[in-house]
């Protein structure tokens, strides 16, 4: 399978993270792609798909927060990495936001998405990964896979959180229409909620959302993800949210994902966009499902059994001396 990944991913690495009211190591850090190169074989650098892509998703004044955050947050004499600490809950309106912490809150929405210096640069080449394993599947490959690194489903289109910056699966899909394709599925099965996806695609007809992940009753993101978010307009039903209690093993989400499955197959998708989380993992340090590497062939043999082109994005996983041989059993299915 190609493999798409570059060499600048590694840059992003935040100290730490606000984690259960303490500063922790930042979970989604350099050391996770470095186990999955390790495990994958060969891979290829994207191409430069530019910016055009990102903006189908994002607006330009949020791409361009994410270029400068670092550097006001320098400029204002700060230490450590760039984090916001006030939100606008209430009544959100155009403002001329003259401090980074006011622009911080205005374009985020947690505390442990943090900004560092070549956060930017990562995060495109990033998307620019996506972009190239969608483009290898639009080629005609049947399957392709991006390390997506930094991950991106919980950023939404001025938004970040969740250690997404840009939302990767969206800008893939976007360009998939962009480049003709009319009915576009994700499969998110990253052990947390697609949020961010959902909400750039919470009203189109056009884009398929089924997410598989932890109960929102207990798990990060909380406000998103209910089995009772379906979407509306144009997109009502094409929203389909599948929580799972922790302790899930294989049985039962295998049950949760042949009934994603089947609504994609009823979606009838002209290509299949999947992100791929590996932070299901029983051994997983911030997750509490029970999947064990073996199973996760057979969860990429019953995806794949669809016969849908297939472009995977990695999403979340973090234990690190197993998330190599996770996402190569996961790839082993196709
Ligand atoms: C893409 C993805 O998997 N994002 C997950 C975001 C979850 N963030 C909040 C969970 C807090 C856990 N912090 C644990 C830090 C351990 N070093
Ligand atoms: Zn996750």
Not at 100 to 108: C, M, N, Q, T, V
Request: hydrophobic content about 40%; glycine content about 10%.
């Amino acid at each position: 399978m190609r493999c798409f990944w570059d060499k600048r991913q590694l840059l992003h690495a935040p100290a730490q993270e606000l984690h259960n009211g303490s500063f922790v190591p930042y979970a989604e850090h350099p050391g996770r792609p470095r186990s999955i190169l390790a495990a994958i074989g060969p891979t290829e650098a994207p191409r430069d798909h530019g910016e055009a892509p990102l903006l189908r998703v994002h607006p330009a004044d949020y791409l361009d927060f994410l270029k400068r955050a670092f550097a006001d947050w320098q400029a204002a004499g700060r230490p450590g990495d760039a984090a916001g600490y006030v939100w606008p809950v209430v009544r959100r309106r155009p403002l001329r936001l003259e401090r980074i912490d006011a622009r911080l809150g205005r374009y985020s929405m947690d505390a442990s998405t943090p900004i560092a210096e070549g956060t930017w640069e990562t995060a495109y080449w990033s998307a620019q990964s996506a972009l190239s394993a969608l483009e290898a599947v639009l080629d005609g490959e049947r399957t392709a896979f991006a390390l997506c690194r930094p991950p991106g489903h919980h950023a939404g289109a001025d938004y970040a959180g969740g250690y997404c910056y840009l939302n990767t699966m969206a800008i893939a899909a976007e360009a998939a229409i962009a480049a003709g394709r009319r009915r576009v599925a994700i499969l998110d099965i990253d052990y947390h909620h697609g949020n961010g996806t959902q909400d750039i695609f919470w009203d189109r007809g056009d884009v398929l959302f089924v997410s598989i992940h932890a109960d929102p009753a207990t798990d990060y993101p909380f406000f998103w993800g209910h089995e009772d978010e379906r979407g509306e307009g144009d997109g009502e039903g094409t929203t389909v949210n599948l929580p799972l209690p922790r302790g899930t093993d294989m049985a039962a989400f295998g049950k949760a994902l042949d009934a994603a499955l089947g609504r994609i197959v009823g979606f009838a998708p002209d290509l299949l966009l999947c992100s791929y989380g590996a932070d299901t993992f029983a051994g997983d340090p911030i997750s509490f499902f029970r999947i064990e590497t073996a199973d996760y062939a057979e969860i990429g043999r019953r995806i794949a059994a669809l016969g849908l082109p297939t472009a995977i994005l990695m999403e979340g996983g973090y234990a690190v001396d197993a998330l190599g041989a996770n996402v190569a059993s996961f790839l082993s299915g196709f």
